[in-house]
């Protein structure tokens, strides 16, 4: 994807100040998935950095990576296993709790989502400080599935979440 076509991505992208705590500048997506074109860019410019890799099952968490996740799923032609949180899920989960740069949650996903040696793409929507994305590794890991990539929309470089990533084939669209 040429630099014009991630500035294009990056300008539909609304910054929003003290959400949801004073301090945080949000980097709302809403306006960015609402323009038809620069949402589909924003699926094939990721599909066109993932496409190669052997992928059985993508993984998305809740809420923004079901969005991304699913239509790449789709485009691989794999299943996708949505992450959600603490109580969503109505069958036995594996669960997990971690950091979020302004608190923390607890992530879940079906026992039975993902088998033994299964090669697993994670996808979201953003890379801040890494807690959700460690903590869906940590899901993914107990459930013994083979983590062949992470690809995020956006990446916030200055929260240093990749340091919390180290091995793993990290890919992005947008950086600020």
């Not at 890494?130 to 940590?138: M, R, W």
Request: proline residues 4%; hydrophobic residues 45%.
């Amino acid at each position: 994807m040429i630099a014009t076509v991630r500035d294009d991505l990056a300008a539909k992208i609304r910054d929003v100040p003290d959400f949801p705590k004073p301090g945080i500048l949000f980097k709302d997506i809403t306006t960015l998935l609402k323009d038809g074109a620069a949402f589909k860019a924003s699926i094939d410019g990721l599909l066109e950095r993932v496409r190669g890799k052997q992928v059985d099952i993508v993984v998305g968490m809740e809420s923004r990576g079901l969005i991304f996740g699913a239509p790449i799923a789709y485009a691989l032609g794999v299943g996708f296993v949505p992450v959600r949180k603490l109580g969503k899920l109505p069958a036995e989960v594996v669960s997990v709790e971690y950091d979020l740069e302004y608190g923390s949650a607890t992530l879940e996903m079906h026992q039975d989502a993902i088998g033994p040696g299964q090669k697993v793409l994670i996808v979201d929507d953003l890379l801040a400080t890494g807690g959700t994305v460690a903590g869906t590794i940590e899901l993914v890991k107990r459930l013994h599935g083979e983590i062949v990539g992470l690809a995020f929309l956006v990446e916030l470089r200055g929260l240093h979440g990749r340091d919390r990533l180290d091995g793993y084939d990290i890919t992005t669209l947008i950086e600020y």
